[in-house]
């Protein structure tokens, strides 16, 4: 399986002047684990949940009061769409991320998830059990002909 085919297109993004409370915000209206610090049309960090929280209790400031660039984590972690799930798995075990931003060329067109990828492996396991059956029932009926 490929990454382009389990990853989100549509990432919550804020821009490089944002605080943690906007990065909260973002994530809260979106629906999102993480946001994606842009700058100069590009990627240039990204926020996570758990980066929102520590900054919170480590700095002892308002969220607003704290940059998106001082917690982000950069440069970013990034895979090609057309790596597979077990590539894009791989480089989160090796660089210790849950997320990496998917990216064609210069653009990012995504983001995939360790989540995404263990919902996706339970789908593909699914499949194979379901080919199994089929081929087991296909070879029990032609051995009754």
Not at 67 to 89: F, G, Y
Not at 104 to 133: F, K, P, W, Y
């Amino acid at each position: 399986m490929r990454v382009d085919e389990i990853m989100t297109e549509e990432v919550a993004t804020v821009g490089l002047g944002s605080s943690v409370a906007d990065c909260a915000r973002t994530m809260l209206r979106e629906g999102a684990g993480s946001v994606v610090v842009m700058a100069d049309g590009g990627p240039a960090g990204i926020v996570t949940e758990s980066d929102a929280l520590r900054a919170g209790v480590a700095s002892g400031k308002p969220l607003a009061a704290v940059p998106a660039r001082a917690v982000m984590s950069n440069p970013i972690k990034w895979v090609r769409p057309d790596s597979t799930t077990r590539v894009a798995a791989e480089k989160m075990r090796d660089q210790r991320v849950k997320k990496l931003v998917v990216v064609d060329g210069a653009e990012m067109v995504g983001i995939v998830t360790a989540t995404d990828i263990a919902l996706h492996l339970s789908d593909v396991a699914r499949g194979v059990g379901q080919m199994i059956e089929l081929k087991d029932k296909w070879e029990s009926d032609r051995r009754f002909r």
